[in-house]
């Protein structure tokens, strides 16, 4: 899953931290919630470009369609694995606020 996950962020574009960054002896430590913020910002940053070349396209500034569905494309794709990664910690959350310590 987190393969899946590390190579979807990676082919929209986005960086993904190495080991080192996640947990890892050497270089700069990066939490989960840091990880989580940067994969957030990127796909906002995705929507926020999507939505400025369609502005574009539909006052006439851009005769391209097809970057621009490409675009559209890749930010609703971001925004889905983003739904899904938050589906996944909600479901985690609920199982451990299941067990009994």
Same mark, same amino acid.
């Given at each position: 899953m987190s393969?899946?996950? $590390?190579?979807? @962020?990676? %082919?929209?574009?986005?960086?993904?931290?190495?080991?080192t960054q996640i947990g890892g002896t050497e270089g700069p430590k990066s939490g989960f919630g840091t990880t989580l913020r940067t994969a957030i910002n990127q796909m906002d940053?995705?929507?926020?470009?999507?939505?400025?070349?369609? $502005?574009?396209? @539909?006052? %006439?500034?851009?005769?391209d369609i097809h970057n621009v569905m490409i675009a559209v494309e890749k930010a609703d794709v971001a925004f889905q694995?983003?739904?899904?990664?938050?589906?996944?910690?909600?479901n985690a959350y609920e199982e451990v606020s299941k067990?009994?310590?």
């Open positions: 393969n899946a996950i $590390t190579s979807s @962020l990676a %082919g929209l574009g986005g960086t993904v931290p190495s080991s940053q995705l929507s926020q470009d999507s939505e400025g070349q369609v $502005t574009q396209l @539909l006052q %006439g500034d851009r005769q694995l983003m739904m899904q990664v938050r589906n996944k910690i909600v067990m009994q310590f």
